[in-house]
């Protein structure tokens, strides 16, 4: 199997500038949320002229690199799906983007919609919890790093062994999926077989990319990609 994911960080929005827990999407809604059925976002916010002009850039450089024909895939989040329609869907580069819920943030339980600082003022013990333990979730139904680990590695594994394909068949792929710093952490201690434990150690800005290629034994991170 000849196969590449191409991992891309969201750009930056108002929220994450602040440094606010993101709200959840429900992913039992099949809806796409922030697009309407045009294509339009229903969430102008989403994308402020920063975040385009930055997107314009990351389109210029990784475009031509990733080709025509790819499979292109987005976490549930507005700002994802967002980042992806104004990465890929220009005339030039019009591709499909499938939801895709198993590369979705991480859910902040209690802390969705507050301000780190505001976290870090009342509950410091488990702020400082959240940092260093990949197993500590968040109070009221979050998920931990584990958690999400553990999602993202059955996800990239489906992707090396499909159910519909044969044992002997091989296929061609390339993939783009447009999602979290959180998930790229995830997928490259995955693919290193890296304990989660340095998960704090893998910095991740706006739409950094990780490229992922399926080898005989299990993902490779290949570096200094175009």
Do not use: Y
């Amino acid at each position: 199997m000849s196969m590449k994911v191409w991992l891309v960080s969201h750009a930056a929005n108002a929220a994450l500038r602040a440094g606010t827990f993101p709200v959840a999407v429900d992913t039992n809604d099949a809806a796409d949320p922030g697009v309407a059925e045009d294509g339009a976002s229903e969430a102008p916010e989403a994308l402020d002229a920063c975040a385009s002009e930055a997107i314009g850039a990351w389109r210029a450089r990784w475009l031509a690199s990733i080709g025509d024909g790819a499979r292109v895939v987005a976490s549930p989040a507005p700002i994802a799906r967002a980042t992806a329609r104004a990465a890929v869907c220009a005339p030039a580069a019009a591709m499909e983007i499938e939801r895709c819920d198993a590369i979705a943030e991480a859910h902040f339980g209690a802390w969705q919609g507050q301000r780190l600082v505001d976290i870090a003022r009342e509950t410091p013990a488990a702020l400082a919890a959240w940092t260093r333990d990949p197993a500590f979730a968040p109070p009221g139904g979050g998920e931990s790093f584990d958690d999400l680990r553990r999602r993202v590695a059955a996800w990239l594994d489906g992707l090396r062994h499909p159910a519909d394909v044969g044992t002997h068949a091989r296929t061609e792929a390339r993939i783009v999926a447009f999602t979290h710093a959180s998930v790229i952490r995830a997928a490259l201690l995955h693919a290193l077989g890296a304990p989660s434990a340095g998960f704090r150690a893998i910095e991740i800005a706006p739409l950094d990319v990780a490229v992922l290629r399926a080898g005989r034994e299990g993902w490779v991170w290949v570096a200094g990609v175009a």
